[in-house]
């Protein structure tokens, strides 16, 4: 557990995100570069995952977790430390972005999914939860840490910083805990004493519909979320708030977060697991709609319930969704299966902020952004009540149960 949190606290897509509004400035003093340029690392990083998450899956079966986990946070370091070396053009920044995720291919979101999953069965979805804290700690930490190293030195600092994080944090933990576990599906020994079985496997579950409900619908909602995040602060500003105000408003969204995150995960381990994701998804679109309705007289109290309704969904989507395909579809298959939903969504959580854009150039409001958050928070929420009676634990659950539906 402390091993996957470490790793889930350290990991690239968590580290590179959480720093860039620390970065920014400094960049922009460094090296001349605006901040909508700055802004498109931002998909880069993004597309790093995607390729990532779909390599993450098929490389800790072919060649083992650990030996992939312990090579990763290895390279990491270097990774990190060649961004310091980049010149004045803007497209070493991006491609820096977009190769570090895939350095550190093997300490994705999937591999601290998987581990958990395979170690912990009738409490797998609060060990989820507690791991996925590690994103919240991030947020919390990385942004002062990186300011005082910046301060004594330079931008540089920032990525060393990063880069030392899974070195001397992560690396250790997983050199004595990462063991092989329960599950050995996941060494490159049983993969090829059940490589036809597991091949079967894998297509059978991958074009499921059960599979694509869940892709579907988690996307939709990944999409309105990251509408909501990017886009709250300044909509509160437009309503007459101050930027202490709208930043005072916004800071209980952190703590919405792992208080979602943490009640959705105790709960999935004694109710109806899609049940419990449709209710905590829906909490959004309440959300979207106290934020419409808003104008210059709103209480404080209302658009901070908003903003917390916000988080409670933004929490509780990431372990709801690594639980219910471990559950739904066992854990032969787990890594690529949960590589291609994280694909998906992450490609989604690139693309919706585009959208989002030309919605406001179009119509100068933040009115249909609203309405798209909310019906995909509507939508999605409705989508996982089909997927109908979750598969028994049972051991292991070695076996994907439910993917034939």
Not at 72 to 83: D, K, N, Q, T
Not at 340 to 356: N, R
Request: proline share 5%; aromatic share 10%.
């Amino acid at each position: 557990m402390l091993l996957a949190l470490a790793g889930a606290a350290t990991t690239v897509s968590v580290t590179l995100l959480y720093s860039f509004g620390t970065l920014v400035l400094p960049l922009e003093r460094a090296f001349g570069w605006s901040r909508g340029d700055l802004q498109i690392a931002v998909a880069c990083m993004s597309g790093g995952v995607v390729v990532a998450s779909q390599l993450a899956g098929w490389l800790n079966l072919r060649w083992g977790m650990r030996r992939m986990t312990l090579l990763s946070l290895m390279a990491l370091p270097l990774a990190f430390l060649s961004i310091t070396f980049m010149g004045k053009s803007i497209f070493w920044l991006y491609l820096g972005y977009f190769l570090i995720p895939i350095a550190g291919v093997g300490v994705t979101f999937v591999t601290w999914t998987q581990l958990v999953s395979a170690w912990f069965n009738h409490k797998r979805g609060l060990a989820l939860a507690l791991v996925l804290c590690g994103s919240g700690i991030a947020a919390a930490v990385l942004p002062p840490a990186l300011t005082w190293a910046m301060e004594r030195w330079d931008w540089r600092a920032a990525y060393i910083f990063m880069g030392l994080l899974p070195l001397l944090l992560t690396l250790p933990l997983a050199l004595r805990f990462l063991v092989p576990s329960p599950v050995a599906d996941s060494t490159p020994a049983s993969a090829k004493r059940g490589e036809t079985a597991a091949s079967a496997s894998f297509r059978l579950s991958a074009r499921s519909r059960k599979f694509w409900i869940l892709n579907t619908a988690l996307t939709l909602v990944v999409s309105a979320v990251v509408g909501m995040v990017t886009n709250t602060v300044p909509l509160l500003r437009d309503i007459g708030l101050t930027a202490t105000q709208a930043s005072s408003v916004f800071s209980v969204f952190g703590i919405a977060l792992i208080s979602g995150r943490l009640l959705a995960g105790w709960l999935i381990d004694r109710l109806w697991a899609p049940g419990v994701a449709a209710v905590a998804l829906f909490m959004p679109c309440i959300g979207c709609l106290l934020l419409w309705t808003a104008d210059a007289g709103s209480s404080t109290l209302m658009l901070t319930a908003a903003v917390a309704l916000v988080g409670i969904g933004a929490g509780a989507e990431f372990d709801l969704s690594a639980y219910l395909i471990s559950r739904y579809f066992g854990l032969k298959d787990y890594g690529r299966l949960f590589g291609i939903h994280l694909g998906l969504i992450t490609a989604g959580s690139m693309l919706a902020p585009l959208m989002f854009a030309a919605m406001y150039k179009a119509t100068g409001g933040y009115g249909p952004l609203l309405a798209w958050c909310a019906g995909c928070c509507v939508v999605g929420p409705l989508l996982l009540l089909t997927l109908g009676r979750q598969p028994p634990l049972s051991g292991n659950q070695e076996e994907p149960t439910g993917q034939v539906a």
